[in-house]
């Protein structure tokens, strides 16, 4: 391989390892595992400043430590708290960027129905995730389920808000845990990344055989 061909590679890598598809959440404290809160759990209100990075914009949420188990680090998130709350943080984003959502589903094990979680972005109509219940849950095995969306940023800053629906005293909500939003590469980003991969791939197959031989 030569001198300009191996520059060639590790630029491409670079590229690749630093570009959108490798980069950290844009979502402060995605799993919860910042933020004040004691015992097996505690109540967070409209208003509250517990969860780091979070917002609870209406009703409560219950902030989980040990009440069950977690799907990412040791904390979590029952969207319904004493009253159905409502959950949001805004992120910087790029107009006309892509990004996608991710996050881990479950619902409250003290409820065995099934349970929706209500996402929206920058208040328009929220999308509904379901979680089917009981089947296959406890608080020690809760069934987390990955779920994922995308979506198109409208400007440089995107608010992203989960909530729940069902009456109010329904106060076994959706459990939240391990949110992440990332932007979606380019094509042109991709085809960059899948030939500097290629050229290091090839790089490494040559110097097999070239051990070989010598061998």
């Not at 990412?72 to 006309?96: E, H, N, V, W, Y």
């Not at 009981?134 to 440089?156: C, E, R, V």
């Amino acid at each position: 391989m030569t001198m300009r061909k191996m520059k060639t590679t590790f630029a491409l890598l670079a590229l690749a390892t630093t570009s959108p598809a490798f980069a950290a959440s844009l979502i402060t404290n995605g799993s919860f595992e910042l933020g004040t809160t004691s015992g097996a759990f505690s109540t967070a209100v409209a208003g509250s400043t517990d969860i780091t990075g979070w917002t609870v914009d209406s009703g409560s949420v219950d902030y989980i430590s040990s009440y069950w188990a977690a799907s990412d680090g040791a904390r979590s998130i029952d969207i319904a708290g004493s009253a159905i709350g409502a959950l949001s943080q805004s992120f910087a984003t790029t107009a006309g960027q892509s990004y996608v959502v991710s996050f881990d589903l479950s619902s409250n094990p003290d409820l065995s129905a099934p349970r929706d979680l209500l996402v929206s972005i920058d208040g328009g109509a929220p999308i509904v995730f379901t979680h089917p219940g009981s089947t296959g849950k406890d608080a020690a095995g809760m069934n987390w389920t990955a779920q994922s969306f995308s979506f198109l940023a409208g400007g440089p800053s995107t608010t992203i808000t989960f909530t729940t629906n069902g009456t109010a005293q329904n106060v076994f909500g959706p459990a939240l845990d391990n949110v992440s939003a990332v932007a979606v590469p380019e094509p042109a980003a991709w085809a960059m990344m899948l030939a500097g991969f290629g050229l290091v791939g090839g790089a490494m197959r040559r110097r097999e055989r070239s051990r070989t031989v010598l061998a």
